[in-house]
């Protein structure tokens, strides 16, 4: 596998990665044999990027800590603070940035995952009541105190990654990209690539949709997404068959295809799709050598350009403010 440099803070990691599904409820999906299977075969592979986050109860990072143990020192870890759960959309997301709940959060991810310090952490979403500044200056003082290594920033805007990059080097601004969702190239990629900050790209193969694992409307949380709506479905689904049709005249799989193009996007972009199954996190291992050239690229912008590639809007309302602040 490939490395790839997070940016200019020295950090180097597997040009592919891997995020940690969420282990809800006491046991991960396909038990925790699977899981740690799993994780050790992403070692194995030299997927040496591992992403999670305190999602719920932090079940997930218990679960991964598990996985880890007697492999920890080979594998970038990395998690995320900030992004209170438990509450509905409805009730409306609360986020804190402050340094108080970011040493909380840290100390409880520690202990859940078995480690004594972090390779990345990353402020899980801006807090519109903490100043940036104030949120990544309690950052530094973890990273001061050996707690973490490197400092990242989830879903911000170009001028909230400035404003942070000068308080302190951000190593990874990572966000939602993939060919289905290409909002940041207007303004986000272009900041991170002057900063010399990486990006770090989830939900890379669509929310599944470009691995071909969205054949009807689903009835999982991807329910609420527009582009996966009885209406807009059947006609996205007919823009899958012209791009499976190339990943098939390319020798490789759609996912693999998918994930081809986000790595071709710039060699400051990390990928890091998330899978319980062995044989997918092969297959997605596998992206890595699939050559896209330039008449590829310019198919796969063609069926699926920065706007209007698919119908339907990425979410059920509005979150231009919450996202690019």
Not at 91 to 96: A, I, K, L
Not at 108 to 131: E, G
Not at 239 to 255: E, H, L, N, S, V
Request: charged share 25%; proline share 6%.
């Amino acid at each position: 596998m490939q490395s790839r440099r997070l940016g200019s803070t020295g950090l180097t990691v597997s040009a592919i990665g891997w995020g940690a599904p969420t282990f809800s409820g006491d046991t991960p999906p396909g038990g925790l044999e699977n899981a740690v299977a799993v994780v050790h075969r992403a070692v194995e592979l030299g997927l040496t990027l591992i992403d999670t986050a305190d999602h719920g109860d932090g079940n997930n990072e218990v679960v991964l800590g598990r996985a880890l143990e007697g492999i920890r020192d080979k594998v970038v870890l990395c998690s995320k603070f900030g992004n209170l759960r438990g509450q509905s959309w409805a009730e409306g997301r609360t986020v804190d940035g402050s340094p108080e709940y970011a040493r909380k959060a840290l100390e409880a991810s520690l202990k859940r995952l078995k480690t004594d310090w972090l390779d990345l952490y990353y402020l899980h979403r801006v807090d519109p009541a903490v100043p940036v500044e104030e949120s990544v200056g309690g950052m530094v003082r973890l990273k001061e105190e050996g707690k973490i290594r490197h400092i990242g920033l989830c879903e911000a805007g170009p001028g909230t990654i400035r404003r942070a990059a000068a308080v302190h080097p951000i190593a990874a601004v990572e966000s939602e990209y993939s060919l289905m969702t290409r909002d940041y190239e207007a303004d986000t990629l272009p900041a991170v690539r002057d900063l010399g900050i990486g990006f770090v790209a989830y939900y890379a193969l669509g929310r599944g949709f470009f691995s071909g694992a969205v054949t009807r409307p689903p009835e999982d949380n991807r329910r609420s997404v527009p582009r996966f709506s009885p209406e807009n479905l059947p006609r996205n689904l007919e823009k899958f068959r012209a791009f499976g049709a190339m990943a098939a005249d390319k020798g490789c799989t759609p996912g693999q295809l998918a994930l081809a193009w986000v790595l071709h996007q710039g060699d400051f972009i990390v990928p890091i799709p998330g899978t319980n199954s062995i044989k997918h996190l092969e297959e997605n291992a596998g992206a890595a050598a699939v050559r896209l050239d330039a008449a590829d690229l310019a198919a796969l912008e063609a069926l699926f350009p920065r706007t209007g590639g698919l119908a339907g809007a990425r979410f059920d309302r509005d979150r231009s403010d919450e996202l690019n602040i």
